[in-house]
Each structure stands twice: as structure tokens, then as C-alpha cells.
């Protein structure tokens, strides 16, 4: 069964910090992609990125970063100089690489930055 | 971006009547799906379909039902809406046969059963 986890529930940091949101997951498949998204106060959720398992380049874009390692099957995401716009949850999905494979959404890690 | 819109985007209504959200995606992306958000749960998958008239239920299908007779619309339909449905509902679309795997969010719907 797939899988994932997003142990950081809420996390608070103060502007212009650093901030990385973790993510595991767990598949057996040997091909999936891996996505993170946002949902700002406002309540859309925004497609970030997606990261498919046999790339893995870590990916920048702007202040944004994601890691991603097959080795320990994360894909984390890390917010550089943070400000009070990355405010949002972020969500963590996966889904497999069959036209009808669902995508797996995490819990989610609600981000607070602090002014 | 996808294109998506949703409406109505708020709507009340009372216990037992029936209640139909549209979903209106104006690309010809194969697959949308339809989504409830609730506090504590995270998205949780309600239909999606694969094709005009092809659908099938996700992990929480029960009370609702959906209908796509043409590529760029999915409609939600509560036949009897009951409190326990008040929730967001977000619709989505995606095309893994021309590689796109990320599925977009329209701007969702806020349904509130009395």
C-alpha cells in the first residue's frame, strides 16, 4: 500500500529564517512521482512540483528547494529566507505511474511565518 | 495552470435536499476528480472519472454520485445532503496519458448542510 507521512503537523519559524518540511513515503512500485503542493489562507490548493523516482536531481526554484532521496524515501522541501507569504499548509502527495493509480495525499505541515 | 473553475463557490442548503456542484476544466484533460476537504481528514478522494461517461468511487463514494457527459464537465450530485456532508469540496483534473501526473485544483466549493 502506498503511503504518506508528514510528521510535522504545524511549525513556526520567524521571517527570513530557513525552514524545511519533511516528507516519507512508502510504495512498492518502482516507478511513482512525487508532488508537493499549497494551500495558502485563501484555500486554493497551488501544484509546487513533481519529482519522478528515477530523477533524483535535487530541484530549485527561487527560495524553494526539494530533496529527494530513493535511499531513505523522502522528499523534502525547504523554504529558504522564509516570508510571511509562504504561509500556508503544504501538502505531500505520491501516486504511482499507472494512468488510474490515485495520488496519495499526506496530512499536510501547517507553516507559520512569524513577522 | 489548469483552467478549472467550480460553482456554485458557496452554497447552504438544508438536510434532504439535493445539491449539485459543477466542475468545468477548460482543457481536455482526461481525468478529474472530485475531492472533500474536512479538518483532521485531509483530502480525501470521492469519484473521479476517466473519460466521458466513465467513472468510478473513490475511498468515500457513499451519498454522492457523479455524471461527465462531456470532456469538460463533472458534476458532483448530493441525492439527500446530510450534515455529515458540509465540508470543502475541491474538484481536480489531470492527464497521466500525455504525462501530466500532477493533478490541478479548481478554486473549490463551500457547502454547508443545515
Known amino acids: 500500500a502506498q503511503k504518506v507521512t508528514q510528521a510535522q503537523t504545524e511549525i513556526s519559524v520567524v521571517e527570513k529564517e530557513d525552514v524545511t518540511l519533511d516528507c516519507v513515503y512508502e510504495t512498492r512500485d518502482t516507478t511513482y512521482y512525487l508532488f508537493w503542493y499549497k494551500q495558502p489562507p485563501s484555500g486554493e490548493l497551488v501544484f509546487l512540483i513533481r519529482r519522478n523516482s528515477f530523477d533524483e536531481q535535487n530541484e530549485i526554484s527561487g527560495r524553494y528547494s526539494w530533496n529527494f532521496q530513493k535511499s531513505t524515501s523522502s522528499f523534502n522541501f525547504t523554504i529558504t529566507a522564509s516570508q510571511v507569504v509562504d504561509s500556508a499548509v503544504y501538502f505531500c502527495a505520491l501516486s504511482g505511474k499507472n494512468r488510474d493509480d490515485k495520488i496519495i495525499f499526506g496530512k499536510g505541515t501547517r507553516l507559520h511565518i512569524l513577522p | 495552470d489548469a483552467g478549472i473553475t467550480q460553482s456554485p463557490r458557496h452554497k447552504v442548503t438544508e438536510t434532504g435536499t439535493p445539491v449539485t456542484l459543477r466542475c468545468h476544466q477548460t482543457?481536455?484533460?482526461?481525468?478529474m476528480y472530485w475531492y472533500r476537504q474536512d479538518p483532521g481528514h485531509g483530502l480525501r478522494l470521492i469519484h473521479y472519472s476517466y473519460g466521458v461517461k466513465d467513472t468510478d468511487k473513490g475511498e468515500v463514494s457513499d451519498g454522492y454520485s457523479v455524471s461527465r457527459s462531456k470532456t469538460e464537465d463533472f458534476l458532483l450530485t448530493l441525492e439527500s445532503a446530510t450534515s455529515s456532508q458540509t465540508s470543502v469540496y475541491f474538484c481536480?483534473?489531470?492527464?497521466?496519458?500525455?504525462?501530466?501526473?500532477?493533478?490541478?485544483f479548481g478554486p473549490g466549493t463551500r457547502l454547508t448542510v443545515t
Open positions: 482543457e481536455n484533460h482526461r481525468y
Open positions: 481536480a483534473n489531470s492527464d497521466p496519458g500525455q504525462g501530466n501526473y500532477e493533478q490541478y
